[in-house]
C-alpha cells in the first residue's frame, strides 16, 4: 500500500547531489556489499540507508534497493519482475501512484544524484 502522506516529523535534508549512476553502479547500493541503500524512483537516485531494516537484506522492501524499481512502485507490486525502471505501457493511475511515490521519497530521502540510462538500441 502507499503511504501518501508527509512525515510526522519534519525531516531536514540535504541540497540534492548530482552524481549519475547507471543502472549497473546503482546494483552495488542494495545493502549487501555497501552499508549504502539506494533507491531510485523515476530515475532520481535516493539514499535510503536510514532505513536498513526496510530495504536491506530480508526487509519488506529489498526488492527496490539498488534499484529504479518505478514499474513496481506504480503497479503496487513487490514481484522481483516489476522491480524495473521501464514504465511503458502503464495506465494513468498508475502513473499517478508512482508521482506519490516521488512525492514520497523527496520528502523523506536525500537526493545523491540520477540514473543514466544507456540505449543500447
Ligand atoms: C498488505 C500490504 C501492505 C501493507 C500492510 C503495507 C504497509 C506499509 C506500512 C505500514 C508502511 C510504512 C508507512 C510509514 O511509516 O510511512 C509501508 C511503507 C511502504 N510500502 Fe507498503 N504495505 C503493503 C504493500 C506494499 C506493496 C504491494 C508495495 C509495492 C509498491 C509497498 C511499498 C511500500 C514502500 C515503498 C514503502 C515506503 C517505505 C519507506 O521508505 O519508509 N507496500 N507499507
Known sequence: MAPRF????????DPPKNTLFTLEELSKYDGVSNPLIYVAVNGTVFDVSRQAKVYGPGGSYNVFAGKDGSRGLAKSSLKLEEAVADITGLGEGELTVL?????YF???Y????KVVTTSKI
Open 110 to 113: 536525500n537526493v545523491v544524484g
Open 6 to 13: 508527509a512525515p510526522k516529523e519534519p525531516i531536514t535534508l
Open 106 to 108: 523527496s520528502q523523506r
Open 99 to 103: 508521482n506519490d511515490w516521488f512525492s
